[in-house]
Each structure stands twice: as C-alpha cells, then as structure tokens.
C-alpha cells in the first residue's frame, strides 16, 4: 500500500538557520507533490507544488527537492524565523492526481 | 472571497447521537474534501465531489457516516449514531480544477472540532 513517511519527532532549529523537512513516500510514483504548512488550530495552507519533472522549485525563502530515484522530497526554510514554526505536510499526488497527505513533521524555530 | 466556509466550529455530542458537518466551498470551484485529521493516523481523505458528484468514498470509515453534495455551494458529512472513536477534527477542503494533472492547490476550511461523549 502507499506509505508517506515525514519525521514524526518535531525538529528544533535556531532562528536564522536552515530547516530541511524530509518526505519519503513507497509504492507510488506521484505525478507532483505539494507542501503544506498547518498552524495549530487552522487548516493546511498550500505552500509548493513540484512535478515529476522538476528536480527543484523555490519560492522566497523556500525550496523544496523532488528525487524520483529515491522517492524523497526534501522541504527547506533558510533564515528561518519563529514565525516559521508550525507543522508541514508533504502531499504526493499519484494517479488519481489526488494528493495523499502524510503526517507531518513540527518544526520549532527558537529565537 | 470568504474562503472555504464550515459549521459548526466545534460540537460536542453525546454517543449515539446524529452529527452533521456542513461546508461551503469556494465559488467555482469544481472539486470538494471532506478529511479527519487525528494524531494517530493524521489527516485522512474521506470522501470527494466532483461537480457534486461522490467520486471516491472508499476512506469513508463505516456505514454510518455519509456526505452528500446538493448542488455546487454545500455539502454535509453526517455520521449517525456517533461514537466516540469519531472524535476528531473533520476538515472541508475544495480546489478549482482545470484538470486534476496541473496539480491544483486545495483550499482548507478552518475544520470543525468533533467531541463524541
């Protein structure tokens, strides 16, 4: 069966460093894969969408990695800020081009 | 736009009793969710519309809960009787859809927080 696997421990980081958030998924081949960021109490915003096609996307102080041979995408923050903490959703999308939402990993940003 | 709008905020029933999730999605949008989110097994799909049409409710848990879609701009998630086990947080989401291949973003609802006594 599908299987998405994102860190379940949350990952602490001081401000101004670079968070990297892992997204390893199995028995699939998404098309695209996208990656949300979820505050607490509030439902998932989108953030990046990446394609089969594309080995990297950017968007300001975000870039996510998408390697098909190692069916992992990998999330970066740089300088990142406490504003920045929350937990983030890895989504791949297979054929159904519906997305799959794994479980997400928390991320703490001290000042 | 208001976003994707859902009712109740928060409910607290008792077991056994009907509950029943109602959500707006955004106008023009083709597509509609309805996940639960828990800590154990995060956010699940349940079930989608297409152009009010069920597409998909294989992730509906069991018989008693049920959704529907009664024209473009609502749709409810019943589950009737509750349990506790139902507690969760019940998520709407809706995404515009030029073809499901361009990846289209999906647009949350703020959840509606389920307490079954």
């Known amino acids: 069966s599908q299987k998405i696997e994102q860190n379940s421990e949350a990952l602490n980081i001081q401000e101004g460093k670079t968070a990297t958030l892992t997204c390893n998924y199995t028995n699939y081949s998404p098309a695209y894969l996208q990656w949300y960021r979820q505050d607490p109490g509030r439902g998932p915003v989108f953030l990046l969408l990446i394609r089969e096609n594309e080995k990297e996307k950017r968007k300001e102080r975000l870039k996510v990695t998408f390697d098909t041979t190692l069916k992992q995408s990998l999330f970066h923050i740089t300088a990142s800020q406490p504003a920045d903490s929350a937990t983030y959703l890895c989504a791949p999308a297979g054929g159904s081009y519906i997305p799959t939402f794994g479980r997400g990993t928390s991320l703490i940003v001290h000042p | 736009d208001a976003g994707v709008i859902q009712s109740p905020r928060h409910e607290v029933t008792e077991m056994g009793q009907e509950v029943t999730l109602r959500c707006k999605p955004i106008?023009?949008?083709?597509?509609l969710f309805w996940y639960r989110q828990t800590m154990m097994r995060g956010l699940e799909l349940l079930i989608y519309f297409n152009n009010n049409v069920p597409i998909d409710d294989s992730g509906m848990p069991e018989d008693r809960f049920s959704a529907k879609m009664p024209n473009a701009s609502f749709s409810t998630l019943k589950i009737q009787p509750s349990e506790p086990r139902d507690s969760a947080v019940y998520f709407c989401?809706?995404?515009?859809?030029?073809?499901?291949?361009?990846?289209?973003?999906?647009?949350f609802g703020p959840g509606t927080r389920l307490l079954v006594l």
């Open positions: 989401a809706s995404t515009p859809a030029s073809g499901g291949q361009n990846g289209e973003t999906q647009y």
């Open positions: 106008s023009g949008h083709d597509y």
